[in-house]
């Protein structure tokens, strides 16, 4: 079975652009995980989608935003990119519903380089 | 590859020998941890979990150990490996939460 897939694998784009990230999750995973990882750190959470309802958001500005679709995938958008924002996102699935305790399974993210 | 974790801490270990990475937690509410490891270029790989209601969980050559009494979480790895380099970070999960909050992370450097 493939695993947690995402697209792009690297993206460049210039200040006050605007961005979308997308996310495969397992097959059978409902629920889909956001986070940031800025190089040297462990990964921020962004946002959790379960059955394509917002069920928890992190500490990130409103010009980060995210849906989950009838498949279970997922996008997540950035607007108005500033260089902060260049980082490594990482997009996470799980079989679990909420507050249950199963792993979340990570892609291996889309490099976002800003300019 | 992208070079994850620059600045981490370092723990050096020869191929065989048994590797020992800690953990400090910040959430004593927290109910569910879980062990991740990192290499260059990838998105961090799932090694184990241990629920609080555990003070060890034993898997294929790890262990993790959990006390809840100092916050402390340790993942430990029986003969180490080449392919056992990479970043390792632990992560707590608070009840009733559905966020992981990941600790800073290990660089682990297996040497021959």
């Known amino acids: 079975d493939a695993g947690v897939t995402q697209s792009p694998t690297h993206l460049i784009k210039t200040r006050g652009q605007q961005v979308t990230l997308r996310c495969s999750p397992i097959?059978?995973?409902?629920?889909v995980s956001w986070y940031q990882q800025v190089l040297g750190q462990g990964p921020q959470f962004i946002f959790q989608?379960?059955?394509?309802?917002?069920?928890g958001r992190g500490n990130f500005p409103d010009r980060f935003s995210a849906r989950q679709f009838p498949n279970y995938s997922s996008e997540l958008n950035v607007n108005a990119l500033l260089l902060g924002d260049s980082a490594l996102y990482l997009c996470?699935?799980?079989?679990?519903?909420?507050?249950?305790?199963?792993?979340?399974?990570f892609g291996n993210g889309t490099r976002l380089t800003v300019t | 590859g992208e070079s994850v974790g620059l600045h981490l801490p370092t723990l050096s270990v020869q191929e065989g020998d048994n590797s020992i990475i800690n953990c400090a937690y910040s959430?004593?509410?927290?109910?569910?941890f879980i062990w991740y490891k990192q290499e260059s270029g990838k998105g961090p790989q799932f090694i184990i979990d241990i629920r609080s209601n555990m003070d060890k969980r034993q898997g294929q050559r790890v262990t993790v150990l959990l006390n809840k009494t100092v916050k402390h979480l340790s993942l430990q790895i029986a003969a180490t490996q080449p392919g056992d380099s990479a970043v390792y970070f632990c992560a707590e999960r608070g009840k009733g939460y559905n966020k992981l909050i990941f600790g800073a992370g290990t660089r682990l450097a297996v040497h021959p």
């Open positions: 996470a699935s799980s079989s679990n519903t909420p507050g249950e305790s199963r792993p979340l399974h």
């Open positions: 959430n004593s509410a927290s109910d569910y």
């Open positions: 989608y379960y059955e394509k309802e917002e069920r």
């Open positions: 097959s059978g995973h409902k629920s």
